[in-house]
T-cell receptor
Framework: GNSVTQMEGPVTLSEEAFLTINCTYT??????LFWYVQYPGEGLQLLLK?????DKGSNKGFEATYRKETTSFHLEKGSVQVSDSAVYFC?????????????FGTGTSLTVIP | NAGVTQTPKFQVLKTGQSMTLQCAQD?????MYWYRQDPGMGLRLIYY???????DKGEVPNGYNVSRLNKREFSLRLESAAPSQTSVYFC?????????????FGQGTRLTVV
């Protein structure tokens, strides 16, 4: 079946530090991969996505590369800011007879301190 | 530019009461979803609707019912609320194209059952 495993949190970093949040997946087909971000009291927003192997998704300084050989989609940012404090979810989508299905990791809470 | 709209945003129920959570999307998406978010458990799928006129159970359907009223609207009903249903509920929608598009989320409904 399909599943997503992501790094346990919480993660606390100083401003301008390097960020990595690990994500690995299991999929039966050819999934698309996503990172979502959730700010306090809000819904999930798409941060970036990759739809096939070796694709790199990027947005707002965040990057993730779809690695089929290691079934991974790790999120990275070179220099985090206080405003990046949020919960990050790795997710995959796979299309089945019953439509597009999404599978989410448990989320990683990030706090960036000045 | 509304996207996915959920009502209400907050609700307190007494055990045994019933209520309906409303969700509407204006993106002409085929697929709609209801998730619940609990600490440490990520998002769990309650029900989904791949297209107008169809609904299917997700991972945690017990205690809930849904109605896909039309292409825009997908409601979630709690017939007899229980404290275990205290959670944050998110509605989402997706184009439904095989594996290629992301899910768009509403702002969430924070439900407390006392």
């Amino acid at each position: 079946g399909n599943s997503v495993t992501q790094m346990e949190g919480p993660v606390t970093l100083s401003e301008e530090a390097f960020l990595t949040i690990n994500c690995t997946y299991t999929a039966t087909g050819y999934p698309s991969l996503f990172w979502y971000v959730q700010y306090p009291g809000e819904g999930l927003q798409l941060l970036l996505k990759a739809t096939k192997a070796d694709d790199k998704g990027s947005n707002k300084g965040f990057e993730a590369t779809y690695r089929k050989e290691t079934t991974s989609f790790h999120l990275e940012k070179g220099s985090v800011q206080v405003s990046d404090s949020a919960v990050y979810f790795c997710a995959l989508s796979d299309y089945a007879n019953t439509g597009n299905q999404f599978y989410f990791g448990t989320g990683t809470s990030l706090t960036v301190i000045p | 530019n509304a996207g996915v709209t959920q009502t209400p945003k907050f609700q307190v129920l007494k055990t045994g009461q019933s209520m309906t959570l409303q969700c509407a999307q204006d993106m002409n998406h085929n697929s709609m979803y209801w998730y619940r978010q609990d600490p440490g458990m990520g998002l769990r799928l309650i029900y989904y609707s791949a297209s107008e006129g169809t609904t299917d159970k997700g991972e945690v359907p017990n205690g809930y019912n849904v109605s896909r009223l039309n292409k825009r609207e997908f409601s979630l009903r709690l017939e007899s609320a229980a404290p275990s249903q205290t959670s944050v509920y998110f509605c989402a929608s997706s184009e439904g194209i095989p594996g290629q598009t992301e899910a768009f989320f509403g702002q969430g409904t924070r439900l407390t059952v006392v």
